[in-house]
């Protein structure tokens, strides 16, 4: 365990993951541009909990020997990766019929952030809902998001419980100074 607490501090673990989220983006402008599947309104909305995690990614590990900047890094990368995987979940219940529901005209940005219209060509929303294209091992994109962002989020959530009792105790040697 002190050896995975020690790893979550280390550059690597940090640019491990902002590549990973890197590659998970240039994937799917590669589905976009080159295979012309278009995103719904719910994929762009996980495009931006991934922009997200990476910014919050990439400000840790420039700070990332500061224990309360890492740890409130790692607090944000989770929330937008499981931001991702909530929404990934929804349109993946919309893609089997088990929502009732669909996506809503355009992409859905709050109108103090209208990322479609800052940044069209990367969070405009084009494509219809339900309708995922096909990815490795015959699972659709949505399937796979749901793997994709699953699987690290686990992995992040235990160094988040590993730094716990650190920013634990740092909060009580604060106060006690």
Request: net charge neutral; with cysteine; proline share 5%.
């Amino acid at each position: 365990m002190k050896q995975f607490y020690e790893y979550g501090q280390s550059i690597y673990f940090w640019l491990a993951g902002i590549a990973y989220l890197l590659l998970m983006e240039a994937i799917a402008l590669y589905y976009q541009y080159a295979l012309g599947f278009y995103p719904c309104a719910l994929c762009v909305q996980v495009r931006a909990w991934v922009v997200g995690a990476m910014i919050a990614a990439t400000v840790s590990v420039v700070f990332r020997s500061n224990l309360w900047v890492r740890f409130l890094g790692l607090t944000l990368v989770i929330t937008f990766i499981a931001g991702g995987l909530h929404t990934s979940w929804y349109a993946w219940g919309v893609e089997n019929g088990t929502v009732i529901s669909s996506c809503t005209m355009g992409a859905g940005f709050p109108v103090f952030m209208p990322l479609d219209q800052w940044i069209p060509f990367f969070f405009g929303a084009n494509g219809p809902c339900g309708q995922s294209p096909d990815m490795w091992f015959g699972l659709s994109m949505v399937e796979t998001l749901l793997v994709t962002l699953g699987i690290p989020l686990v992995l992040l959530l235990g160094q988040w419980i590993l730094h716990l009792p650190h920013a634990i105790v740092s909060a009580v040697r604060f106060a006690k100074s």
